[in-house]
């Protein structure tokens, strides 16, 4: 797909640069909006507009919501009020959002000057949500339906409206106080036995909903468990104010996976794709954590430096540490991670914790033995035996062998123990994986070292 | 929602306890069958046949496969032949399918055996394609129009045959060869104009579409990417065999996402939800990239040794080796986990590889030169005046920090390259992050290390 797409993506560049508009035309067409939008990303700014302009008003307006924010706001700043009217008209109301949430103010302005009073009002509401809210990614447009009407008026109401709504797949049943009451699918209206059966009678009233405060990923993941098309969100006073449909709740899953997984990594989490993303950007994202870790590592020096005399004592036992800590980072780093991405897939609660420490001193027992067990034999036949390092005692291997069962332990600890800790003071946990995680192992597991060498060589 | 869902279960819970089973099933028929399922997940086992019975036949299916694994397997065993058909009959195909792929083989057989033929059938055709492939996860029921019908004929068809389909919203139109011709939603239908409209006027007749061996990972990200409700799947000959719908592809890119991050933290990935994997499971899925990367860092300790007189000659230079191979490290991370998730959507092709390469010198380059300037700095003012580590000369410190800002720069290119390469070969690019990256960077930033010892101390 992906190579079939990179061929017509060049015959269209091709024909843009022959100036073949009409044929141009006729292919953009019959093309997706996401494809369009992607032809625009390779395009030359000032090709931008001109191939923009090809496009017919829906298409157009389709087109737009998929492209780049540096693609959309160079067109912006290009048209003339009426284009600006003519894209804004089209849009959903949630993308209007989005895009007004992005544009420097006054681009932002010029937007809201265009857009009808209705959808400026809805765009008002939206924003005013917090950002990571249901509120904020929702739309305000999805059909409503009373629960004294027919079937057939419904169906009507439908096909009356339909046009202007995200999905009407999912239709939601209000009172007079636009108070949510129920549910109804089109699937259950057109496969009604009767035409003039009341919606009340046909209607699902046990309806799941978010309120415009749930976070996000909550709603995305409720979305997911419940298979739904759309979740419908109300204020405090229980009055529907509007739906988050599933292609938002996707990009909200995906978005918080590469979320998780930069932070994990120790970065400052990015919303641009990396290509997209400047240098300077990239070091801003990455250089608060390098610089902050590279800081704590100071104590690890520190606890290397009073140990000094005895890694003089006893040359062997340096050649061991990069092993130690290594292994103890990446024993803490398995555990944070398995419990950072349970806890953001809600599978695991606060007050699991007993169970998780229980269960990861059992793996940590089970790893650290074997480890322990195996290391010993390779130090004695590989290091000692095959390489000859006659400083390796069997005194030495003991040392490197009970500290590494006794790292391993703890580092699973550590690393169970503190995402838990900081879901319960609200943090996000995933701050707590693997970078920061090594750091504190790293100077665990060389206090354990040094204190078994401690006690067994006598240093 | 949360806490109001703990709340109802326990109420659940103890009106089964007292037996008062008509209550039960009335509040039973009113809940989302997701939510039942999990009511199922914190029930002992003896009752979980007994709470199933009270379900009505519809839910009951509905139920049975939002279930986790065990329970469906207790509830299979214990199923009369007429149960057990009762159950299958309403299933949908992929769901079925991926019940026959998880259970052992002589439940397999009574499955098999409960299904109707056209459903054994299609169970049979999706259970042959690879694991991982849009084939293995499609449902084969959908419904399917011919160009030539009116709008009336297509609402009527869909009327009649919607109820088993898993989505009725879009219709696919195929030829008198079953090729995938064109397709057409619900909205399309409902909205015409004129209800005598043939199908192939109103048809979107550019349909994007996958093959029953693209991977499933690829699929979802199509159907986030277009926002579609399906997506068709053909086979070699262009025939339309099934859709994708979007409730399993949300549940392919959850998996996915879990997968990477598991393999990013150096575990074999594991379909189990972290609470319900055994301590073994977890050891098994954790010990052998720990026991590997614990036999790897065998170099880092020879390194050491044969420049143990080096050291013992400047003791403090072994106080600043957690920093450097820390640091190291982490800037490896951030550069691979950067680098596989955009590969991992997509945002990032193999040919890109310079420009992913150029990008990362450069950001290498700032970090390497702020973190080295910062740490020279942190080591004179911190290490030498306030800590008086007299053993630290102006020129360990600028070993320490030449050596520094090398490793930035080598461990960043590592990070970068190797994940791409990894695509390239066809690997997983997730095997090459974090754990594995950082033993690289390990060996290397000793070297540099010592190299930059050796030149500017003379060791």
């Not at 109300?234 to 932070?263: C, K, L, P, Q, Y």
């Not at 897939?345 to 007993?354: S, T, V, Y």
């Not at 690393?415 to 609200?426: E, H, R």
Request: proline share 3%; aromatic share 6%; with cysteine.
């Amino acid at each position: 797909m992906a190579e079939r797409f990179e061929i017509v993506e060049k015959a269209l560049l091709s024909l843009l640069n022959d100036k073949k508009y009409s044929t141009l035309r006729d292919i953009l067409i019959t093309m997706n909006p996401s494809d369009i939008a992607a032809l625009f990303d390779s395009l030359e700014d000032a090709k931008i507009p001109l191939l923009f302009r090809l496009l017919p008003k829906e298409l157009a307006a389709e087109t737009f919501v998929e492209m780049e924010i540096d693609a959309q706001e160079l067109l912006i700043r290009g048209f003339s009020d009426n284009e600006l009217k003519e894209v804004v008209d089209e849009l959903y109301v949630d993308d209007a959002a989005a895009l007004v949430e992005e544009m420097p103010a006054n681009v932002v302005k010029r937007i809201l000057k265009s857009a009808d009073p209705e959808m400026r009002f809805a765009i008002n509401q939206i924003l005013r949500y917090d950002e990571n809210s249901a509120g904020s990614i929702m739309t305000t447009e999805y059909v409503s339906l009373r629960p004294q009407m027919t079937v057939e008026e419904a169906i009507l109401r439908i096909r009356r409206q339909g046009v202007d709504k995200e999905t009407i797949y999912t239709c939601y049943v209000t009172d007079s106080q636009r108070r949510l009451v129920g549910m109804v699918t089109v699937k259950d209206l057109l496969l009604a036995e009767d035409d003039e059966t009341p919606i009340r009678d046909i209607m699902l009233t046990n309806v799941i909903f978010a309120t415009t405060s749930t976070d996000q990923e909550e709603v995305a993941q409720m979305l997911s468990k419940y298979n739904f098309l759309a979740m419908p969100v109300v204020d405090a006073e229980s009055r529907m104010v509007g739906i988050v449909t599933f292609d938002d709740a996707m990009d909200v899953m995906e978005d918080e996976a590469t979320e998780d997984i930069e932070m994990m990594a120790g970065m400052t989490p990015s919303e641009k794709p990396y290509l997209k993303s400047s240098v300077f950007e990239l070091f801003k994202h990455r250089i608060p954590w390098l610089m902050l870790l590279m800081v704590t590592s100071t104590f690890t020096g520190l606890i290397i430096t009073s140990f000094e005399d005895a890694l003089a004592a006893q040359v062997a036992l340096t050649a061991f540490i990069p092993m130690l800590m290594g292994t103890g980072g990446n024993c803490g780093s398995q555990s944070s991670v398995s419990i950072i991405r349970a806890l953001s897939l809600g599978e695991l609660k606060l007050n699991d914790i007993l169970r998780v420490v229980w269960k990861e001193i059992r793996t940590a027992v089970l790893c650290g033995v074997v480890l322990a067990v195996f290391n010993f034999g390779k130090i004695w036949l590989i290091d000692r035996i095959m390489l000859g390092n006659e400083s390796i005692t069997l005194m030495v291997d003991l040392v490197v062998c009970c500290s590494l069962a006794v790292t391993v332990l703890l580092a699973k600890l550590v690393g169970a123990v503190l995402p838990i800790g900081a879901q319960a003071l609200k943090l996000d946990p995933a701050v707590m994986a693997s970078p920061f995680i090594t750091s504190i192992v790293d100077a665990v597991s060389l206090l354990v070292y040094f204190m078994f060498a401690n006690l067994m060589l006598g240093l």
